[in-house]
């Protein structure tokens, strides 16, 4: 049985590399802060709405929801930052990242499950599992529908 899924890896923080499987990626795409669009009353995590296709786009800063600094606090207002729209039964949600690494075949039934010891309180929600790769490093394998469907985002979609 054919257990390899393609994936999108990209870094978490300044050291970690974090992957989301490319069934739930709609599209990658370049966004400046200054068009995003602020939302008053938000979490600090939410940086605001994006016109996305003519729609109204929901961007989150992926690294300080997960418990690491901020990606918009170091970004001067010029720099471009990746987006990764996300999509699951039409709701759509971009996660504003670091930088994209590369796209990956993986063999999913060699994903470790997750232990809550080994992450952030914050991460381990929206985890499904880690893999570790040929150098011995842990890459975190984040569960697209769970980070759509956080409770952050039921009061706006």
């Not at 966004?31 to 961007?59: A, D, F, K, Q």
């Not at 971009?94 to 994903?111: A, N, P």
Request: hydrophobic fraction near 45%; proline fraction near 6%.
């Amino acid at each position: 049985m054919e257990t390899k899924e393609k994936f999108l890896s990209f870094n978490l923080g300044a050291r970690d590399t974090a992957i989301i499987s490319l069934q739930h990626i709609t599209e990658v795409l370049q966004v400046s802060l200054p068009e995003i669009c602020g939302i008053p009353h938000m979490p600090s995590s939410v940086l605001g709405i994006y016109n996305w296709r003519g729609e109204m786009l929901w961007l989150v800063d992926l690294d300080a929801m997960l418990g690491y600094p901020p990606i918009s606090q170091g970004a001067n207002l010029l720099s471009k930052m990746m987006a990764i729209v996300l999509e699951n039964k039409g709701k759509y949600l971009g996660l504003l990242v670091r930088h994209l690494i590369d796209i990956e075949w993986l063999d999913t039934q060699q994903m470790k499950p997750p232990s809550s010891e080994l992450f952030y309180p914050k991460i381990s929600p929206f985890l499904q599992g880690y893999f570790i790769n040929d150098s011995e490093d842990m890459i975190f394998n984040l569960d697209a529908i769970t980070i759509i469907q956080a409770p952050m985002w039921k009061i706006h979609n």
